[in-house]
């Protein structure tokens, strides 16, 4: 079974200040976990993807994700926010044949 | 903009209607997904098609029926749907069904469904 857990429904940032979304896995075999960014009124995007190749991932629009596997987290982060990120963003995690979404974390950028 | 295309982008339907949601991509991908999306939840997957197939029916139930008629097209089929269906439906294509562990989804638009 595998499971994703987002800690925090929403965030708010300064334009300009660090963005860092939380994620945390259970798998019961080796991950590949994923970020999704949804704007509204529109479909998912792939930020990032693990797939057990380096653990600091980089993805678009600036931002970036480290896999620790001690900690089993996925968190995801952005040294500056832009009014632009504003949008929902999703973990995922595939282990099997799904792909697992976590709750979303809704990030509110303030000017 | 996105390469799957959803239509129509906005539905409203009684309980007693039948109505159909379509989705189009021409990546040459040869899998195929239909996510149902409630307000402020993730997700959730509903079929997956593979080579115009279905491989995957997450236990939904009959009221949805999927149809591919060719490796370009998919469809949802809507008939005496509740309000607790309305939600929004995201289509998704991949190069192949194993691209679900690389997570290389294309996600569409959507089609958003309200059941009165």
């Known amino acids: 079974a595998q499971s994703v857990t987002q800690l925090g429904s929403h965030v708010s940032v300064s334009e300009g200040a660090l963005v860092l979304l939380r994620c945390n896995y259970s798998?019961?075999?080796?991950?590949?976990l994923f970020w999704y960014v949804q704007y509204p009124n529109q479909g998912l995007q792939l930020l990032l993807k693990?797939?057990?190749?380096?653990?600091l991932v980089k993805g678009i629009n600036g931002f970036e994700a480290e896999f620790k596997k001690s900690e089993t987290s996925f968190h995801l982060t952005k040294p500056s926010a832009h009014m632009s990120d504003a949008a929902e963003y999703f973990c995922?995690?595939?282990?099997?044949?799904?792909?697992?979404f976590g709750g979303g974390t809704r990030v509110l950028v303030k000017p | 903009d996105t390469e799957v295309t959803q239509t129509p982008k906005h539905l409203v339907m009684g309980m007693t209607n039948k109505k159909s949601l379509k989705c189009e991509q021409h990546m040459g991908h040869r899998a195929m997904y239909w996510y149902k999306q409630k307000a402020k939840k993730p997700p959730e997957l509903m079929f997956v098609y593979s080579y115009e197939k279905l491989s995957i029916n997450e236990s939904v139930p009959s009221r949805f029926s999927p149809e591919c008629p060719n490796s370009s097209l998919l469809n949802l089929h809507l008939h005496a749907l509740q309000p607790e269906d309305s939600a929004l439906y995201l289509c998704a294509s991949s190069q192949d069904v194993m691209d679900i562990y690389t997570g290389e989804l294309f996600f569409g638009e959507g089609s958003r469904l309200t059941v009165l």
């Open positions: 798998s019961s075999v080796p991950p590949y």
């Open positions: 995922a995690v595939s282990a099997g044949n799904k792909l697992t």
């Open positions: 693990y797939t057990s190749a380096a653990t």
